[in-house]
C-alpha cells in the first residue's frame, strides 16, 4: 500500500514562498511521475506540477516561472517550492504517484495566500 503524506501549507501573504513536501513510504523514481495538484473552493482539481522517473518536469502554465518542482530520492519526497505567490494559489494542494493502472492520492494541504 502506497502512502503519501504531505507538509508545509500554511497561510502566507502575497509575494511569499512555500515549500511543500510528500514523503511517500517507497522510492519516488518507481513510480512513472509523480505530481501536485490543487484545488480550489468550487472548482476542479488541476496539475500544477509533475516530475517524471526521469528526472523531467512539467509546469502548469498559470504557475511556471514561480513554482519548482523537485525530488530526493534518498529521503523518498518530492518538493514543490512556491515563490511570488498569488491569492488565487490558494487551494488544497495534493500529492500524487502514478503507475499504468494505478494512482495514489496523498490527504492534502491546505495553502492559503492573503492579499
Known amino acids: 500500500q502506497v502512502q503519501l503524506v504531505e507538509s508545509g501549507g500554511g497561510l502566507v501573504q502575497a509575494g511569499g514562498s512555500l515549500r511543500l513536501s510528500c514523503a511517500a513510504s517507497?522510492?519516488?523514481?518507481?513510480?512513472?511521475?509523480m505530481g501536485w495538484y490543487r484545488q480550489a473552493p468550487e472548482k476542479q482539481r488541476e496539475l500544477v506540477a509533475l516530475i517524471t522517473s526521469a528526472g523531467s518536469t512539467s509546469i502548469a502554465d498559470s504557475v511556471k516561472g514561480r513554482v519548482t518542482i523537485s525530488g530526493d530520492n534518498a529521503k523518498n519526497t518530492v518538493y514543490l517550492q512556491m515563490n511570488s505567490l498569488k491569492p488565487e494559489d490558494t487551494g488544497v494542494y495534493y500529492c500524487?504517484?502514478?503507475?499504468?493502472?494505478?494512482?495514489?492520492w496523498g490527504q492534502g494541504t491546505q495553502v492559503t495566500v492573503s492579499s
Open positions: 500524487n504517484a502514478y503507475l499504468p493502472f494505478s494512482s495514489y
Open positions: 517507497g522510492s519516488i523514481f518507481s513510480f512513472d511521475t
